[in-house]
């Protein structure tokens, strides 16, 4: 049996790893996309602040985990993927497999204006991104970042702590609009001014020139702000171009069943690329975080060494670090509707819960500065916990959650 992976991040080191468990004697070949090692996007906040080194973004530390395990890795991109005849295409040839796993993550989309292939003008999604990041990094260097997602918040402490001025576009007005509600928004946007961040909203740019070296960012109010880094941050969709005409079914994400398998039979997917059912909202959606990617990998890598796993459906949980301030949402964050909700706000403090409930279950929740609830939110979220007397509880006091999960969650096990 021939195994191939598509991709070599979490997803895919995961998938090849829990193959050959299951299935000792067959070929396994992982295609690498960007001639690195495989490595773990979510490591690089760490590596800008210098914690770690790029060894250290590396999934696997020991040199000769990958050959011990008789796994294969190739560099190169796979440019097509021809089903009938069951080969993915590289620019080296044809790569025959019998079962295929797409494990391809997000990539990152760039702001489509005049000047965006300017050199100087970046993202930070992989390695390659941070070299250029950080070969410019000096004492008062400035940086114009556009967009404040969960990749512009999470890489802001390294930005700072390499020596970048940064200035911050918002286009939405709220930061972390995907993630978090706009209470908690107001609270990271008062943070990240307060450590000396630059934020404006309601704002964009229109176009970057380049004069001297320097970069000219010019906003969609006429101001034009000088940079010598300008971060296009504003988003990120399944990496799946690749894969036009193969017959294999992409909405936001490619499709899948609940063992992982596309509507091709033996093609799989799994991590970001995957769009899935969400065991909250019962919605198809793309949750791209590690702990999916990583859970789904391991449900498509079973099933495709014949045995019978499947998945119970993905869970949204971001906790997000940004200059120390630690926010986090849950499943349906935004609340489900004819739901209540029971919040607490500290804005001195820098204190936020909100719990969103539907019917007797916790179903959602938000955080700003909470840290100690999290694992006791996800067990009661994720677990669907039937809260009886408790809800009523906690919808009169949020913080009550430790004495609700002893209560309902410590009962059902
Ligand atoms: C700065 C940053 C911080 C993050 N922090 C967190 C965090 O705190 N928590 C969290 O849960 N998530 C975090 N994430 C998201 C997390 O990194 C992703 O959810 C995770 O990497 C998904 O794993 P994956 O294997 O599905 O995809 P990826 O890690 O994106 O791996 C995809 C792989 O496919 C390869 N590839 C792509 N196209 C091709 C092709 N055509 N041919 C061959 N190979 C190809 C790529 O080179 C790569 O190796 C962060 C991401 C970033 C950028």
Same mark, same amino acid.
């Given at each position: 049996?021939?195994?191939?992976?598509?991709?070599?991040?979490?997803?895919?080191?995961?998938?090849? #790893? *829990?193959?050959?468990?299951?299935? /000792?004697?067959?070929?396994?070949?992982? !295609?690498?996309? #960007?001639?690195?090692?495989? @490595?773990?996007?979510?490591?690089?906040?760490?590596?800008?602040?210098?914690?770690?080194?790029?060894?250290?973004? @590396?999934?696997?530390?020991?040199?000769?985990?990958?050959?011990?395990?008789?796994?294969?890795?190739? %560099?190169?991109?796979?440019?097509?993927?021809?089903?009938?005849?069951?080969?993915?295409?590289?620019?080296?040839?044809?790569?025959? @497999?019998?079962?295929?796993?797409?494990? *391809?993550?997000?990539?990152?989309?760039?702001?489509?204006?005049?000047?965006?292939?300017?050199?100087?003008?970046? +993202? &930070?999604?992989?390695?390659?991104?941070?070299?250029?990041?950080?070969?410019?990094?000096?004492?008062?260097?400035?940086?114009?970042?556009?967009?404040?997602?969960?990749?512009? &918040?999470?890489?802001?402490?390294?930005? =700072?702590?390499?020596?970048?001025?940064? *200035?911050?576009?918002?286009?939405?007005?709220?930061?972390?609009?995907?993630?978090? +509600? /706009?209470?908690?928004?107001?609270?990271?946007?008062?943070? &990240?001014?307060?450590?000396?961040?630059?934020?404006?909203?309601?704002?964009?740019?229109?176009?970057?020139?380049?004069?001297?070296?320097?970069? %000219?960012?010019?906003?969609? +109010?006429?101001?034009?702000?000088?940079?010598?880094?300008?971060?296009?941050?504003?988003?990120?969709?399944?990496? *799946?171009k690749f894969l036009a005409g193969s017959g294999i079914a992409v909405e936001n994400g490619i499709l899948v069943d609940d063992g992982m398998q596309t509507n091709v039979p033996g093609v799989y997917a799994a991590g970001d690329v995957a769009e899935y059912v969400d065991c909250i909202s019962g919605k198809k959606e793309v949750n791209a975080i590690q702990p999916n990617a990583v859970d789904q990998a391991r449900i498509a890598a079973q099933n495709m060494a014949g045995k019978n796993a499947s998945s119970?459906?993905?869970?949204?949980?971001?906790? =997000?670090?940004? $200059?120390?301030?630690?926010?986090?949402?849950?499943?349906?964050?935004?609340?489900?509707?004819?739901?209540?909700?029971?919040?607490?706000?500290?804005?001195?403090?820098?204190?936020? !819960?909100? !719990?969103?409930?539907?019917?007797?279950? $916790?179903?959602?929740?938000?955080?700003?500065?909470?840290?100690?609830?999290?694992?006791? $939110?996800?067990?009661?979220?994720?677990?669907?916990?039937? !809260?009886?007397?408790?809800?009523?509880?906690?919808?009169?006091?949020?913080?009550?959650?430790?004495?609700? @999960?002893?209560?309902?969650?410590?009962?059902?096990?």
């Amino acid at each position: 049996m021939r195994h191939v992976i598509i991709g070599s991040g979490p997803a895919g080191v995961v998938a090849a #790893e *829990t193959l050959r468990k299951a299935d /000792p004697t067959s070929e396994i070949t992982m !295609l690498c996309g #960007e001639g690195e090692p495989p @490595y773990s996007r979510m490591a690089i906040p760490y590596l800008l602040t210098g914690i770690i080194n790029e060894a250290g973004t @590396y999934l696997r530390h020991d040199k000769d985990h990958y050959d011990r395990l008789n796994i294969k890795l190739v %560099q190169g991109l796979a440019r097509s993927v021809d089903t009938a005849r069951r080969v993915v295409k590289l620019d080296s040839g044809d790569m025959p @497999y019998d079962r295929l796993l797409i494990a *391809t993550g997000s990539v990152a989309t760039r702001h489509n204006i005049p000047g965006a292939d300017l050199p100087g003008v970046h +993202n &930070c999604w992989t390695l390659a991104d941070v070299r250029a990041i950080t070969a410019k990094a000096k004492p008062g260097a400035r940086i114009v970042q556009m967009g404040a997602g969960f990749v512009g &918040c999470i890489i802001m402490e390294g930005l =700072l702590t390499q020596g970048f001025e940064l *200035t911050i576009l918002v286009r939405s007005g709220r930061m972390v609009s995907r993630m978090i +509600n /706009p209470v908690a928004s107001g609270m990271i946007r008062r943070w &990240c001014e307060s450590k000396g961040v630059k934020i404006l909203v309601n704002t964009q740019a229109q176009k970057i020139t380049a004069a001297d070296g320097v970069l %000219q960012v010019t906003l969609d +109010n006429g101001e034009v702000l000088p940079a010598d880094i300008y971060l296009s941050l504003v988003g990120v969709k399944a990496n *799946t171009k690749f894969l036009a005409g193969s017959g294999i079914a992409v909405e936001n994400g490619i499709l899948v069943d609940d063992g992982m398998q596309t509507n091709v039979p033996g093609v799989y997917a799994a991590g970001d690329v995957a769009e899935y059912v969400d065991c909250i909202s019962g919605k198809k959606e793309v949750n791209a975080i590690q702990p999916n990617a990583v859970d789904q990998a391991r449900i498509a890598a079973q099933n495709m060494a014949g045995k019978n796993a499947s998945s119970r459906g993905s869970f949204a949980f971001n906790v =997000l670090d940004t $200059l120390g301030l630690i926010s986090s949402s849950f499943g349906a964050w935004q609340g489900l509707p004819g739901g209540e909700a029971a919040e607490l706000v500290d804005e001195k403090n820098y204190r936020y !819960l909100r !719990l969103e409930f539907k019917d007797d279950c $916790l179903v959602g929740a938000n955080i700003v500065n909470f840290t100690n609830h999290l694992g006791v $939110l996800r067990g009661l979220i994720e677990g669907k916990v039937k !809260l009886g007397e408790w809800k009523q509880r906690l919808l009169h006091d949020p913080t009550q959650l430790m004495p609700a @999960y002893l209560a309902c969650a410590q009962k059902a096990a």
